[in-house]
């Protein structure tokens, strides 16, 4: 329902399409992750979710993914640790999102987006700014394209994940632009990467 706000967390386990119409609400509360989709299929879209808890070792997360072919797209994640985390989640779209952190110190924030063991998903036009990194561990056939990353510390940072593309992208204001670890075959095009800075401040490591 639109304008309303809806009390977390939300376990989605079913294909649905969620639709809050740009001004619905689901908020966390401040305790654990606020929306899981543990589903298949489902679409989630115009609304914002807030306040996830602040808990490292629980992944603490706007929005968890843990399902493949499912669509979110024109979402608002505010105040939470991590905001997207998928573990063994593929075949996903990720479009038009604004994912941002807590208010806290750079290294005490979540990872923005978080890509486990987990193919084939795109990520498109999102706004990510003020949270740590977008980190792709364990994945392939992940494609990046067209989004703002700002005011992080690693913009997108790879470790063992191979055969992935970053493009066309505009990474500003971060430690590091992209970092590649133990990473083969990315495609990195027609990215900008602007003002890293610090003593570690590189554009591409």
């Given at each position: 329902?639109?304008?309303?706000?809806?009390?977390?967390?939300?376990?989605?386990?079913?294909?649905?399409?969620?639709?809050?119409?740009?001004?619905?609400?689901?908020d966390?509360?401040?305790?654990?992750?606020?929306?899981t989709?543990?589903?298949?299929?489902?679409?989630?879209k115009?609304?914002?979710?807030?306040?996830?808890?602040?808990?490292?070792?629980?992944?603490?997360?706007?929005?968890?993914?843990?399902?493949?072919y499912?669509?979110?797209?024109?979402v608002?994640?505010e105040?939470?640790?991590?905001?997207i985390?998928?573990?063994q989640?593929?075949?996903?779209?990720?479009?038009?999102?604004?994912?941002?952190?807590?208010?806290?110190?750079l290294?005490?924030?979540?990872?923005?987006?978080?890509i486990?063991?987990?193919?084939?998903?795109?990520?498109?036009?999102?706004?990510?700014?003020?949270?740590?990194d977008?980190?792709?561990?364990?994945?392939?056939?992940?494609?990046?394209?067209?989004?703002?990353?700002?005011?992080?510390?690693?913009?997108i940072?790879?470790?063992?994940?191979?055969?992935?593309?970053?493009?066309?992208?505009?990474?500003?204001?971060?430690?590091?632009g992209?970092?590649?670890?133990?990473?083969?075959?990315?495609?990195?095009?027609?990215?900008?990467?602007?003002?890293?800075?610090?003593?570690?401040?590189?554009g591409?490591g």
């Amino acid at each position: 329902e639109a304008g309303k706000v809806y009390e977390g967390p939300v376990v989605i386990d079913h294909p649905v399409v969620i639709d809050g119409q740009g001004s619905a609400v689901i908020d966390g509360g401040s305790v654990g992750t606020v929306v899981t989709i543990a589903a298949d299929g489902v679409t989630l879209k115009n609304l914002t979710i807030r306040n996830s808890g602040r808990l490292h070792n629980a992944l603490d997360a706007g929005l968890k993914v843990k399902g493949n072919y499912n669509v979110v797209r024109d979402v608002r994640i505010e105040n939470c640790l991590f905001g997207i985390d998928l573990s063994q989640a593929s075949s996903n779209v990720f479009r038009r999102n604004y994912i941002s952190s807590k208010a806290m110190p750079l290294e005490m924030r979540g990872d923005s987006v978080r890509i486990w063991y987990s193919n084939d998903n795109l990520f498109e036009e999102n706004h990510v700014e003020h949270a740590r990194d977008i980190v792709i561990w364990y994945s392939k056939g992940n494609v990046m394209r067209g989004n703002r990353i700002q005011h992080g510390r690693y913009g997108i940072h790879f470790m063992y994940a191979n055969a992935n593309e970053v493009v066309g992208n505009e990474i500003s204001d971060c430690v590091v632009g992209v970092f590649l670890m133990y990473a083969n075959d990315i495609t990195l095009r027609d990215n900008q990467i602007l003002r890293a800075w610090g003593a570690a401040g590189m554009g591409i490591g």
